[in-house]
């Protein structure tokens, strides 16, 4: 419900809730969440979005508050997505957008990277390199009596 307190949506904790409760947005974010996506929520508290991702089958989900956002806990790290809580999102600074894109962009690249990765290692299953076959055959030579 949209309160004159709030620049989006209020949570109905927040003290500034003066309606009917929720959109179902929280909900089709949490259930159209990509497997094993990472979540972001507005502020610190979690145990909303976990109890709702726990009712909706969706323990697969990673929580994190708006903050993971203002470091650089997302680098390195490959996801399969990140969602961004309605709320979350009008209340995100210029930083945490800037990091939001890159955090992004960094996981795209690192899941093409493993998928091509691991696309070469089916291509090269079943079939042996020059270096691999001259291994084989210096182990079989060194095997042999007398040598």
């Keep these: 419900m949209k309160n004159k307190h709030c620049s989006s949506f209020c949570h109905p904790d927040d003290g500034l809730f003066d309606g009917p409760r929720g959109t179902g947005w929280t909900t089709k974010l949490i259930k159209t969440a990509p497997k094993d996506a990472v979540f972001i929520w507005h502020d610190n508290n979690l145990w909303y979005p976990k109890d709702l991702a726990q009712r909706l089958g969706r323990e697969d989900l ?13 680098m390195g790290r490959s996801y ?30 690192l899941r093409l990277t493993e998928k091509q990765s691991n696309n070469q290692q089916t291509k090269n299953n079943g079939k042996t390199t020059k270096t691999e076959n001259r291994r084989d055959q210096d182990a079989k030579r060194k095997a042999l009596p007398g040598r």
């Design 62 to 74: 990673e929580m994190k508050s708006a903050s993971w956002l203002k470091g650089l806990n997302w």
């Design 80 to 109: 399969s997505g990140i969602v961004v809580d309605h709320h979350a999102l009008d209340q995100l600074d210029a930083q945490q957008h800037d990091n939001l894109k890159l955090a992004k962009m960094a996981s795209s690249h």
